[in-house]
């Protein structure tokens, strides 16, 4: 059941949701709606905003995402120096799980929600 593998794998496994949801780590809702002001130790002036990962087409990542663009982005690692997402450890997940994980984020009720920059100056 490749849906059902997808949710148990963005809900128990890689935990998606964590980094990806308005309240941050919270039980925040929209679920997948993105999320800002997560801190990275590595890159303590610098706050991080998780992008929205729906499928809405305007401010959603999936809207903009063909499933093969998204197990290559995946493939790729890391792309923003420091980000907290941890890349490494996912681009080296199985490319049926990526695509599990994609078909499922599409059949989350897409949320409008821009969260701007990934990477912003911590203010004050
Ligand atoms: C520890 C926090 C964290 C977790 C867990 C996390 N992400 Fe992210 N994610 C981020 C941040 C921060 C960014 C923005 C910086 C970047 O692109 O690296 C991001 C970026 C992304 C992007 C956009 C990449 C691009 O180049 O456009 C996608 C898609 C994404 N995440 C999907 C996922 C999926 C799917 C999972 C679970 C398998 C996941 N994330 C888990 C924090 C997280």
Not at 5 to 20: D, K, M, P, R, T
Not at 62 to 86: K, W, Y
Request: proline letters at 11%.
């Amino acid at each position: 059941m490749p849906l059902k593998n997808g949710h148990y794998l963005v809900e128990s496994v890689a935990l998606c949701w964590s980094c990806h949801t308005p309240g941050n780590e919270s039980t925040g809702e929209p679920r997948y709606a993105g999320s800002t002001g997560l801190t990275e130790p590595s890159d303590p002036g610098y706050t991080w905003s998780a992008p929205n990962i729906t499928n809405d087409p305007e401010t959603g990542r999936l809207g903009r995402m063909t499933e093969d663009q998204f197990v290559a982005r995946f493939r790729a690692g890391r792309a923003i120096p420091h980000s907290p997402m941890p890349w490494q450890g996912y681009s080296r997940m199985e490319e049926d799980d990526l695509r599990a994980i994609y078909r499922y984020l599409m059949t989350v009720p897409p949320a409008k929600n821009e969260v701007g920059a990934p990477r912003v100056p911590k203010k004050g």
